[in-house]
């Protein structure tokens, strides 16, 4: 799948409520916010807008709120564009 990081950043909340600093991102219409170490293959940098090809992995257990977990992982860098 393809994954758009913004260039923009954002806050997220990890488990138990602990608030930190994202990379907004798109996969298709749908919007997600990516810590620096969450893709993994990558370091994303601030003020940069990337095209990825990721592949994501569920796995079969769920965590504390219910839900099932998930990673990306890099399969290869379509493009990265310093932002103005």
Known sequence: MTLTITGEMGEAFSWPE???E???ALIGNKELCFGN?????ITL????KYQLKVKRIIYDYP???G?????Y???????KQ???
């Open 82 to 84: 310093k932002l103005e």
């Open 22 to 24: 994202c990379f907004k």
């Open 73 to 79: 992982e890099l399969i290869g860098i379509i493009s």
């Open 63 to 65: 965590i504390q709120d």
């Open 37 to 41: 170490n969450q893709i993994k293959g």
């Open 45 to 48: 940098e601030k003020g940069y």
């Open 67 to 71: 839900n099932l977990p998930d990673d």
């Open 18 to 20: 602990v608030k930190f």
